[in-house]
């Protein structure tokens, strides 16, 4: 695909800088692949054909656990034969809430997509938006309002500490969601009377969510006849991870050491030995009756959880059609890095002139990075619709690399 393409010409001096492995796959001859053309990795496949044989001792131990470790010591790492032997994968149940009669299951912590999203949508459950449409002035400075208070609240509690899960519960309680609702609704009053923009007060902590447009994040879902589904999100953190790949197993290691947080040791993503940092990801799966309506998810780094936000409050609030709350022109909050500076409001170009005028009077940077749906700023979402004759409908948001294919 073309965007593909350009994905690796923006990351040429990563594949040029040195390691032979990863431009020999990637560099064919040592050029950019051609659009259309197939890059094979029969190594990967060799390493795919142990996992699938020995689960995961096919991994952490015997070859590829072997290969792992030479290249780590080749290339100076720290990766120690006990760091791999005793690595678990942890599972756990999801985290929910129900919303207008519909049920959502999400990714849990330490990942911090649905702790931003749900209760943003819990504390907007009451609202109409006037009937629609959701990109009203109006509408977007209360969903910002919200999502700034919940953003505060997450960054201090979610991660993979001890009472994560807790925090979370509570913060979905109606308690809590009312406290949301009051502290934003008193923004908007000091606002209205003083155009004060200063963001919340929790400037020195570690930023949440990383903002890097470079990020390697894919988004995939599996639906079969049998009622299984799938929906998973992964990430290299950046494109191509550390740029390494490693000799004889086809695997790019990852650089998600990134994803913790480094100077402030009171934050729970603060990195520790055998901790899981925090990431963005958010699958979710919606019910109704204990039915799925549809699995849904997306890549896009810190535009994951207001992404996911817009379209669920489209589609569960507003009754859009999920393919137009998916296309409609996406947009994204962030808080300030500066007192001296409003908090953003970012959104593709389509965003009509008066609404973003309105905004920035609202007090919000308003920022409009991009054509509606070509661009790589905001997450490519992708979605299954399970239809009530028993048909399945796939949704690929061309924002990014995506595709659908049944059978």
Known sequence: MPKSRDFFAEQLDKLQRGDLEIARLY???????????????EDLA?????????????????????????????????????????YRAVIVEPVGIDFRGFRLLA????????????PTMKALEEESFAGGPLRTAANLDRIGRIWRVVASRVS???????????????????DSINAIRDEATGRARALSATSITEPPAV?????????????????????????????????????????????GTGIVMNNSMSNFAFNDRSSPNFVAPGKRSRSTIAPTIVFRSGKPVFAIGLPGAARIPTAMLQVLLDRLTLNRPLADAIGDTRFHFARATS??????????????????????????????????????????????????????????DPRRTNAVEGF
């Open 46 to 86: 060799k390493s795919m054909e142990l996992l699938a044989a020995h689960g995961r001792d096919g991994f952490y131990r015997g070859p590829v656990a072997e290969a792992i470790l030479r290249a780590s010591a080749a290339g100076g790492g720290l990766i120690a034969r006990r760091d791999l032997e005793s």
């Open 27 to 41: 560099l064919p001859a040592g050029e950019l692949p051609a659009v259309g053309s197939t890059l094979k990795n």
């Open 203 to 247: 400037l020195g902590e570690e930023p949440m969510f990383h903002e890097d447009l470079a990020a390697a994040t894919t988004h995939w879902l599996v639906a079969d006849a049998a009622g299984n589904i799938v929906c998973a999100t992964q990430s290299q953190s950046l494109h191509f991870g550390a740029g390494v790949v490693v000799p």
């Open 107 to 118: 990714a849990p912590p330490p990942t911090t997509g649905a702790a931003i999203f749900m």
């Open 339 to 396: 007192e001296s500076a409003p908090d953003s409001f970012a959104a593709e170009k389509s965003l009509p002139e008066t609404v973003a005028a309105a905004m920035s009077l609202l007090g919000w940077r308003v920022d409009l990075p991009e054509v509606a749906g070509q661009g790589r700023y905001f997450g490519g979402v992708n979605a299954i619709e399970f239809n009530p004759d028993g048909s399945m409908t796939g949704l690929a």
């Open 156 to 174: 201090r509690g979610i991660g993979d500490v001890e009472g994560a899960r807790i925090f979370f519960e509570k913060l979905v309680g109606p």
